[in-house]
């Protein structure tokens, strides 16, 4: 059976990392063809569009696109470990 994955794969930390590859491996195991959906939406990596604040929810969800945004751009050029994960997952890992 063909079998396609939808996780947070591509997140740097050993939890998405691992998660996505052990599935896939045991479930290669049980005799399916498993491939991982290479799905990387926009609000997730980048964090996505600001919203003008119109309540304290809005000044909320403002902050956590900030965060997301400040931890994609520190962890693009400072993360020691971003091209280790890298290489685990073109080596181990297939993709769509």
């Not at 939808?6 to 195991?29: E, I, P, S």
């Not at 964090?47 to 909320?60: A, E, I, S, T, V």
């Not at 962890?75 to 280790?84: C, T």
Request: hydrophobic share 40%; aromatic share 14%.
């Amino acid at each position: 059976m063909k079998i396609g994955i939808v996780t947070l794969h591509f997140h740097d930390n050993f939890g998405a990392v691992l998660q996505a590859w052990a599935l896939q491996r045991y479930l290669c195991g049980c005799g399916h063809d498993v491939e991982i959906i290479d799905y990387r939406p926009d609000y997730l990596v980048t964090g996505g569009p600001l919203r003008f604040p119109r309540c304290k929810h809005d000044l909320f969800v403002d902050a956590v696109i900030l965060s997301i945004r400040w931890h994609h751009i520190r962890s693009s050029f400072h993360d020691p470990a971003a091209p280790h994960y890298e290489r685990f997952r073109r080596q181990n890992m297939r993709f769509t």
